[in-house]
């Protein structure tokens, strides 16, 4: 079965940090662009960020630009989102998909989700 794994949510506090784990099951990453999707309650669907399966590039929402960062280990067939100086309205479901390309994805791969809840 080809899919993918979110992990690494939770509750932080505000300014605190989170690191999302994207693992691929059943397939390999190398080569595919992989992109971190959040849905907050209420609001649609966006596009946080992406990262290029041929040369590393990276790509961000401004909104979270400076305070995510994107990474990958093929070695280890995971995508990371690492999640400095978290806010309130960072709150959602964070999903990866495969591929991502200008934060957008026709989603070949899905993830199942996995929760982050910024709160004092």
């Known amino acids: 079965q080809l899919q993918l794994v979110e992990s690494g949510g939770g509750l932080v506090q505000p300014g605190g940090s989170l690191r999302l784990s994207c693992a691929a099951s059943g397939f390999t990453l190398g080569g595919w662009s992989i992109g971190w999707f959040r849905h907050a309650p209420g609001k649609e669907r966006v596009g946080v960020s992406c990262i290029s399966g041929r040369d590393g590039s990276t790509e961000y929402a401004d909104s979270v630009k400076g305070r995510f960062t994107i990474s990958r280990d093929n070695a280890k067939n995971a995508v990371y989102l690492q999640m400095n100086s978290l806010k309130p309205e960072d709150t959602a479901v964070y999903y990866c998909?495969?591929?991502?390309?200008?934060?957008?994805?026709?989603?070949?791969?899905w993830g199942q989700g996995t929760q982050v809840t910024v709160s004092s």
């Open positions: 998909a495969a591929p991502c390309r200008k934060l957008t994805t026709r989603g070949d791969y």
